[in-house]
């Protein structure tokens, strides 16, 4: 049971280039998100998703787009990487957060992107 | 913006000493949730407290929650050295689906 694995650890990306940060669970849970970290302003939510096919907008959604085709797996696509893009990215997800109860969040180790 | 505030920002305490910290949130919530950051690691879940619960605890830490002030707070009894860390409120809006975090206070335990 390894938990929420992302990866890469680290990126450094040119302006323009464009990539994908990989996240996967094992541990068949409904809810995934994308989160940005940036010093001094908390964490930020991107994108998430309520399950499989499902996905909605966060406060922070624009230059990234997200796909959620199957239970574990929840990418986050950077299209055309921007230096405002440079920050340390994590994803979470948990069981359930529906109307009846959510749960705790399991978080990955985070990947910090560069663009220069 | 949506977030959440945390104060205070930073917080420096002796070891053995309790550290409390604050939260607020802008509208109705289900449910609020405490989490801590070591120093460039992932979040760990430390608590959740549902809008129809006052006052929730586990172990060294107490969470109360007052949905009138749109507030919270987290107490940390009898500080360690290895509570140093970064801790941060998540709030869930009413109707949503998304967790809005917080800015976060930075704790540091003096041994």
């Known amino acids: 049971n390894a938990g929420v694995t992302q990866t890469p650890k680290f990126q450094v990306l040119k302006t323009g280039q464009s990539m994908t940060l990989q996240c996967a669970q094992d541990?068949?849970?409904?809810?995934m998100s994308w989160y940005r970290q940036d010093p001094g302003m908390g964490l930020r939510l991107i994108h998430y998703?309520?399950?499989?096919?499902?996905?909605d907008q966060g406060e922070v959604p624009n230059g990234y787009n997200v796909s959620r085709s199957t239970t574990e797996d929840f990418p986050l696509r950077l299209l055309s990487a921007a230096p405002s893009q440079t920050s340390v990215y994590f994803c979470?997800?948990?069981?359930?957060?529906?109307?009846?109860?959510?749960?705790?969040?399991?978080f990955g180790q985070g990947t910090r992107l560069t663009v220069v | 913006s949506q977030q959440g505030e945390e104060d205070p920002q930073a917080l420096s305490i002796q070891e053995g000493e309790n550290a409390t910290m604050n939260c607020s949130y802008k509208t109705s919530i289900n449910n609020l949730q405490w989490y801590r950051q070591n120093s460039g690691r992932g979040l760990v879940h430390l608590i959740l407290i549902r809008s129809n619960e006052r006052e929730k605890h586990s172990g060294r830490l107490r969470v109360t929650l007052d949905t009138s002030k749109k507030s919270s707070s987290l107490l940390i009894t009898a500080s360690r050295a290895a509570d140093t860390a970064s801790y941060f409120c998540a709030s869930r809006p009413s109707g949503t689906y998304k967790y809005i975090f917080g800015t976060g206070t930075r704790l540091k335990v003096l041994a």
């Open positions: 998703s309520v399950g499989a096919g499902i996905t």
């Open positions: 541990m068949n849970h409904e809810y």
């Open positions: 979470a997800s948990s069981y359930s957060i529906g109307d009846r109860g959510s749960t705790e969040a399991f």
